[in-house]
Every structure is written in structure tokens, then in C-alpha cells.
């Protein structure tokens, strides 16, 4: 029976409370107070129109038609805002102690104009200018820092039920479409913390915001005030916690961005994912520090931590916004930087058995470079380029109008340094420019690095100045061009004993075990469409000298160098053969072979004849023919020996075909 009798209260309860809706509260009164109290509050017009019904749940109060929030006097005629259907809720306390207070606003269906003229003004500032000389005795609306002023008011709850947000910029042309929102929005003491949660979708792609404003009547003024914000989207999270303001757009604070790959970011904005290259932000880019948006749109990024696919960089940097691209500035440290992602193997040019097969077809895409200036001071304990590792580093790079120019001051490569200057331009083209200076250069690990060649160990310097042009890496091997030199010091080359197979033509001479030493090592060249050329190769050893010319097709991949190698005169006369070595063909297989002519045709001394014709008589049987001398005799055995046996088992040891 008790519970009978309580249901029936509840009952009568409710039906009073729908007595009172419909008697006590005036609708078109509540809807009149809405409207003045907001004008008062913003200084913007409101409209209700259609019939206003009472309503008791969730709140009691009226249910209006159409309404309508007027712009800005400066924006376009559309309204601010406007709604299918209004909702108004009353404090029920207030008004059962006979004042009227508005604690519950919801909106259906609205549609939200944001706009921003060329002057940085916003339509969604709702300050309102205060009085210019307000008589002594009024008690004026505290003023903002622009001379303006916001009327205090409090809302328990704000809702939006399927809204959309229309976004214009007039001074950069850009618009935005957010539709399905859902908001929900609480100002529970007049110009004290206000909290809000939104989400909603733009283009396509789903999001989330959380956001506490402390002061919510400072911010509503266009003032500075206290913000904690959070935005998610697919795999991306940005929290900022700081101080901001709209009048003009300012914040300062600390921001964490956890991003992805950017993809889902980039697709909220309607943008395509960014290629970034692998370390540099192409899987996990991270971002966090103190972020500041000054006056004028700058962009300004202390005690800042970005981590791109694993790399961990420390990073100072001011973006400023420019006419035809915004210009960033910025210092970056780090201790290792893993840049291997940029080297690439290279696309095979041809079909297998192609010479030119490594040098890729493949355009090159330039485009990044008219994205942005940039002043970009580097400092790295170590980079790994992939096929190149460099030790401590400083360099800056400088990036004006799509030319790129990194300067190199202190660069520790390969146990010496390495300074100059690179330049990527893509201005009209692509082009590309080195002027280097390689000093105290170990051979042995860089030519590993670049082409698993280990055979030459030496020490020196290399100086370059290059210059290519062309939309892909084939093109720009044809069109090198400069010149160059190199210095190297002791060292020795492996696999190729050159004098003691210069003084014995021993099968022994080649193959693993054996080896060139030498003292001094030294060439220049030139380099003119895709070819360089030498003329002066010297090389000096304890037991011989060497001298070399040359071509080597870098365009074409191919060799054609002639080697002279001589050895020392000794003490008993012998020595001072010189054996011409051709090397030429193919960089994939070249063919290695003895000028065998110009063997023959070389001047020999006394001793070196008489012990030809010795091993011509004793070892290969030579007898004189008739009218023919020992040494004729031993010169001719000795050219068809070399010709049909010892030429094919250099050639086939020297690595020919």
C-alpha cells in the first residue's frame, strides 16, 4: 500500500509540475527574457519565431521555433547562427522564489557561420564596445582590453544536437565544413570556469575535443585566459594547456602531440598524409614543448622534443607566415640522427645486362621545396645516411624560393672531416652542385660503405666541385660535369701484387693473399657530360712507379684506363720493365689485358736481353732461325708465349673475360 501511495505522489507531482508549465509560465515572456538577456550578454540580435510551447523534461521551461543569432556588422548577411528549434530551461528554484533565471539552453539542428575578415576580426567575438562616458552614478560592465565589455550571465547547460559549423577565412580564402556536432557546454558562475566537449566530422573523418576555459567571460571578451584543450582523431592526440584569446588570436602554453603518420590529421583538414621520408616523421611524429601563437600569426616553439620514427631531437624553431609560403626557423640537436630512409636503392634503368642498369629513370619529385623557407641550424653527434655514416656534425641549411643550400662547417667523416657546400635547386628544374673538401679521408671504410669495396686502404684527401642537372638520377649521371683531385699517402691496394707481376708475369701476382704497397697516390680530373677524364695518375712505391689515363663513363657506367706500372732499376742492371695494363668496358664485368705490342716494342738493357735469350734457349727450346739472333729468337718465342698463354692468365686473373 505504501508504494501505492508514493507512486501516486510522484504522479501528482508531475501533473503540478505540468499545471505550473502551463499556467505559472508565461511563454512568450520566457522567450522575450532569452532574447534580451543574450542581446545584453553579446550585443547580438536574437530572433524567435514560430509557436513557443511549455515543456517540463529534462527541464521545466518553453520549446520555440526557428531561431535566429545575428552576425557581425562587418560579415555577410547570413546570420551567425541559426537553429531548427530552441530550447529554454528554467532554474525551478529561482522561479519558485519569484525570479527568473535561464539555466538550460539547446539548440537543434544549427547551422554556426564563423568568420574572419582580411583585418584578423572574428565574428565570434562578442564583446561589445563600452560606454564612452557613462554618468557617475552607473555602475559600468568591466572593460576589456580592447574598450570592451561582456555582460555576466551563467548557463548550467548548453546543448548542440546535430549541428554544422561553416568556417571562412577572408583574408586566406580557406573555408571549413563540420558537421554532426554534438556539443555540451556548462558556465555554471558568471564569468568563472566554463567546460565544453564537442565532436563532430570534417571531411569525412571523425573527432573529439575536450576544453576548460578558467576565466569563460575574459575569453568570451576576446581576452587572454586560462585554457586546457584536447583534440583526437583517428590515431592522434594534441593536448595544450596555457593561456589563449581571440581578439587577436593568441595562446601560450604547453602543447604534447602525439600524431601518427600524419595521415589521419592531414585527412580532418581534407589534406592528402605528407611523404615524409622514414626518420624524418613517415611512421611517428611527436611533438611537445612550449608552444606560442604571438600577435600576427608567428609561431613560436621552446624547449621543444620531436620524436620522427625514432629519432629524438631537441628543437627551437619560429615559423612566421609569409605571402607566398610561411619561413621556418629553427635549431635542432641530436645525438644520433638515423637518416638512413633517404638513400634508397636505386631503380634498375634497363633489363638485366643493361651497362647503365643502377642509374633510375624514376622523376625525381622536387616539390617539398617551394613548401617553405627555411633557417635551420643542425648539430648531430652522428648521421647515418644510409650508405654514407658521418660523426659529429654541424651544419646549416638554408632554403629560400625552392634552392636549397646546406652549408657543412664541422663535419667528422671516415677518421678525417669534411667542409663545403651542397646545393639542391628546384627553382626552374632540378639541379644539383657539391663543392667539397674531404681532408685526412680513411678509403677502406667509405668505399665499404658506398660500394662494398674494400681493397684500397689509404689515407688522404679528395677535393670536388661538381655540378649535374635533370628530373631523374640517370639524367643527372649524363650531365656532371667539374673537376676534382685526390692525395693519398701510404696505403696498399689488395689482391694485385703490380710489381712482382710486372717482374715475373706470376699467376701468383693476383688473388687473395697478395698486394701493392705503396708510399704515394695522386690524380685530378675533369669531369664534362657524365665523363670523367685523367691524365695524370701517379703512384709511388718502394720497388716501382705507376702512371695512369683514362676515362671512366660515369653516365654510361663504363671504363676505358690505361695503367703503366715500371719497376725501379736495380743495382745489377735489370729492372726498368714497364708492363701496360688496359683496363676498359662495362662498370659490371670491365675486361683487364696486357698491351702486349707496346710490351714487345719497349727498349730493354743489356743484362735484360741476354737473360731473355738464356730463358728462351734453356726453358722454352728457342733455336735461331737462319739470319735470326738468340735475342731476335727469344723476342719472338717470348711474344707468342705471352700471347697465347701468359696474356690469357693475366686477362683471366686481372678479372677479363
Known sequence: MRWLIRLVAVLFGLVALFLVALVLVPRDRLAEL???????????????????RPSVWPKLGVRTGPVTIANAPWAAGEPLLEARALEIGLDTLALMGGSWRISRVALDEPVIRLERDAEGRANWDLSRPAAADPAPEADPAPATAAGSAVSPFTLDEGIVTGGRVLWIDHGTGRRGDISGVQARVTLPESGGPA?????????????AVEGRLEEAGSALAGRVAPLRLSLATGSARITFEGEAGSAPPMADGRIDAALGDLGDLAALFGRPRPELPEGLGRRQLDIAGRL????????????????????????????????????????????????????????????????RQGWSRTPIDASALSAVDLGLALSAGSIDLGRLRLGATKAILTLDRARLVVDLREVAAYGGSLAGELVVNGRQGLSLAADLTLSGLQTEPLLADLAEFDRLATQGDVRLKLLAAGPHQEALMQSLSGTGSIRFGKGEFRGLDVARMVRTLDAGSVGEGTRTIFDKLGASFTVEKGVLRNEDLALEAPLMRATGAGSVGIGDRTLDYRLLPTLLPREDGTGGVSVPVIIAGPWAGPRTRLDLDALVRQPVGQQVKERMSEEAAERLGVVPQEGESLEEAAKRRARESLQNEAGRALNRLLGGN
Open 292 to 355: 606560442t601563437l604571438a600577435e600576427g600569426g608567428t609561431l613560436h616553439l621552446r624547449e621543444g622534443r620531436v620524436t620522427a620514427d625514432g629519432n629524438r631531437l631537441a628543437v627551437e624553431a619560429d615559423m612566421t607566415p609569409g605571402g607566398d609560403r610561411p619561413k621556418l626557423e629553427a635549431n635542432v640537436r641530436a645525438e644520433a640522427l638515423d637518416l638512413a630512409g633517404l638513400s634508397t636503392p636505386a631503380a634498375a634503368a634497363g633489363p638485366p645486362g643493361d651497362d
Open 34 to 52: 532569452a532574447a534580451r538577456q543574450f542581446e545584453a550578454a553579446t550585443g547580438r540580435a536574437m530572433t524567435i519565431s514560430g509557436e513557443v
Open 195 to 207: 567546460d565544453l566537449t564537442l565532436s563532430g566530422q570534417a571531411n569525412g573523418r571523425g573527432f
